[in-house]
């Protein structure tokens, strides 16, 4: 269930980042889209796991609070 859970977030999550680039490259004026493509939240991302790592110890716990996010957005969709 682990597993498979984890796929379908990983799986989710990447298809939404794709989705997401292409909207805001195509909304944006050209003098953006070379700063926005450039700059994402990715590194935003990697801190902020980082400080819950620090915040929740347990593997299983954080594995379940960084794939609540997900879910969230794959929810929304419909």
């Known amino acids: 269930m682990y597993a498979i859970s984890r796929f379908l977030a990983g799986f989710g999550m990447g298809g939404c980042f794709v989705v997401y680039l292409v909207h805001l490259m195509e909304f944006l004026t050209p003098s953006w889209r070379t700063i926005c493509g450039c700059v994402s939240l990715w590194p935003i ?18 594995t379940v609070i960084t794939a609540l996010p997900t879910f969230l957005v794959l929810l929304m969709f419909p």
Do not use: D
């Not at 991302?45 to 716990?61: D, F, K, S, T």
């Open 45 to 62: 991302g990697e801190m902020l796991l980082g400080l819950i790592a620090y915040l929740v110890p347990n593997w299983r716990y954080l």
